[in-house]
Nanobody, 127 residues
Framework: QVQLVESGGGLVQAGGSLRLSCAAS????????VGWFRQAPGKEREFVAAIKSSGSNTYYTDSVNGRFTISRDNAKNAVYLQMNSVKPEDTAVYYC????????????????????WGHGTQVTVSS
């Protein structure tokens, strides 16, 4: 079992940067694929980025590709989302999620694939 806790959210001006962290419990976290999702008010939860257990592959939704970077430090049981050049439309609650199986380009965006979820951290981008 894995427990996830997100942190690092807050208020940032458009064009600025923010780094989200996802801290995980459990000795086997290094075997889990991890995704970041977000949900804005009145909208469905959407995929943002994901990373394989080894960190060898990363996946992004088009709207954040080139601006956001997902990374992980398995020694620290942590996954990060570096958000640069943020826009008002990035405003949402951001969630990290973990999947004990591998992920691929086609499967990473599916929220149903992830077994464990954090409670989220709010990111607000002002214009």
């Amino acid at each position: 079992q894995v427990q996830l806790v997100e942190s690092g959210g807050g208020l940032v001006q458009a064009g600025g940067s923010l780094r989200l962290s996802c801290a995980a419990s459990g000795r086997t976290f290094s075997r889990y694929s991890v995704g970041w999702f977000r949900q804005a008010p009145g909208k469905e939860r959407e995929f943002v980025a994901a990373i394989k257990s080894s960190g060898s592959n990363t996946y992004y939704t088009d709207s954040v590709n080139g601006r956001f970077t997902i990374s992980r430090d398995n020694a620290k049981n942590a996954v990060y989302l570096q958000m640069n050049s943020v826009k008002p439309e990035d405003t949402a609650v951001y969630y990290c999620a973990a999947d004990p199986s591998s992920i691929f380009q086609a499967t990473a965006p599916n929220p149903n694939k992830y077994d464990y979820w954090g409670h989220g951290t709010q990111v607000t981008v002002s214009s």
